[in-house]
């Protein structure tokens, strides 16, 4: 059970402790997404598939904060600690605004906010395959934790008092302040994707696009459809989170890496047409473990069919986070129009499309 932990604390001595803490914190932040979206469609008194409107920008917000922030300023302490007060403002003031549309905007600029912390962890580990591949782990790691803690708290109290506890949380990594090196420069010539790097970038988005539409809502579905505690279901979050940790850190070789997301395309359709627990806790646990095997083998095979590795693997991101926040703008809608059925078909269908996509151009050589 102690596992995790002690891997996430053998990470300080490859990557800066606040670096370390303050990757922790975005993750938490994401995680909490999907528990809290049916207490907030509560709290305003708006259905499941608007409350998902949050999540889109936050989202949105992110991309912009994590792209801009390369092309716009330096990594330093200072936006460092800028980022950190302004995430845990925005969380403070996402307990007490009046209007679901005033807590849209609170959490656009937490999104802001994680981008730019996102990009300065990950500007410190450029060109170094193990130190990102260990500020990568930290996602899953966290999430083992951070699951039931938000969830005992949202089980205990309400959604009001998971995002002070975000805000809080957000402060943390004050407590000890990275020294930043700036980046080398990139050339400001840029070449264009082959087409086979194209098309992967392209279903690296639409898995991801569709991943969010459904995996959002999976919290409001575990309540509304499979009859379960928000604390238990905050546990299959922590299982899942879990179940990423070994394919995460896999040094092996991945062939046809888009086949495992078929899995998870599958279990999207069948996890909207079910309605027992222990279906809903097998399936969403192994797709952690099916997504945490596919991706990074995805991104070894833009590597393998880029003349520009290194640029392709930025549109790569780029374009994930687009899909992520696209996705649940579509979730809302399905689920609106045709409720957590509908959604399974949806996201199911568009992941398996992406990942055939994937997996022919990985056949063809």
Same mark, same amino acid.
């Given at each position: ?11 300080? *001595?490859?990557? $800066?402790?606040?670096?370390?803490? =303050?990757?922790?914190?975005?993750? #938490?932040?994401?995680? +909490?997404? &999907? %528990? ?90 450029? *060109?170094?395959? $193990?130190?990102?591949?260990?500020? =990568?782990?930290?996602?899953?790691? #966290?999430?083992?934790? +951070?699951? &039931? %803690? ?112 078929? %899995? ?102």
């Amino acid at each position: 059970m102690l596992a995790p932990f002690r891997l996430l604390a053998s990470l300080r *001595g490859t990557v $800066d402790t606040g670096l370390v803490l =303050a990757t922790s914190v975005a993750t #938490t932040t994401f995680v +909490a997404t &999907p %528990l809290v979206l049916p207490a907030i469609g509560d709290r305003f008194d708006i259905g499941t598939g608007s409350a998902g409107a949050f999540s889109a920008a936050q989202l949105g917000a992110f991309v912009v904060g994590s792209w801009a922030s390369g092309r716009l300023v330096e990594p330093s302490r200072r936006l460092f600690v800028v980022a950190l007060l302004v995430l845990a403002g925005s969380n403070a003031t996402s307990t007490f605004v009046p209007s679901f549309w005033q807590f849209v905007a609170s959490r656009g600029v937490a999104g802001l906010a994680l981008g730019v912390l996102t990009w300065l962890a990950y500007s410190q580990v450029f *060109g170094d395959a $193990d130190r990102t591949g260990d500020i =990568a782990v930290i996602g899953p790691l #966290t999430g083992v934790a +951070a699951a &039931p %803690l938000l969830g005992a708290v949202l089980a205990g109290a309400d959604d009001v008092a998971v995002f002070w506890l975000l805000a809080a949380l957000a402060l943390i990594p004050l407590v000890s302040l990275p020294t930043f090196v700036a980046p080398p420069v990139k050339e400001t010539h840029r070449t264009r994707a082959v087409p086979q790097a194209f098309v992967l970038i392209a279903g690296l988005a639409v898995i991801t696009f569709g991943g969010s539409a459904f995996f959002v809502y999976v919290g409001a579905m575990g309540v509304e459809q499979y009859g379960m505690d928000p604390f238990v279901i905050s546990l299959v979050f922590s299982a899942n989170a879990a179940a990423g940790i070994p394919s995460a850190r896999w040094r092996g070789g991945r062939p046809f890496s888009g086949a495992w997301m078929l %899995l998870p395309a599958v279990f999207a359709v069948v996890l909207g047409f079910m309605d027992q627990p222990v279906v809903f806790w097998a399936l969403v646990t192994t797709w952690g473990f099916c997504f945490w095997m596919s991706v990074p083998g995805i991104y070894t095979l833009l590597a393998e069919r880029s003349r520009h590795p290194a640029e392709r693997a930025g549109d790569a991101q780029a374009a994930m986070a687009a899909g992520r926040s696209l996705g649940p703008l579509l979730g809302g809608l399905v689920v609106g129009a045709g409720g957590f059925e509908m959604l399974g078909i949806a996201g199911g269908a568009t992941i398996a499309a992406a990942s055939l996509t994937v997996i022919v151009v990985e056949a063809r050589h």
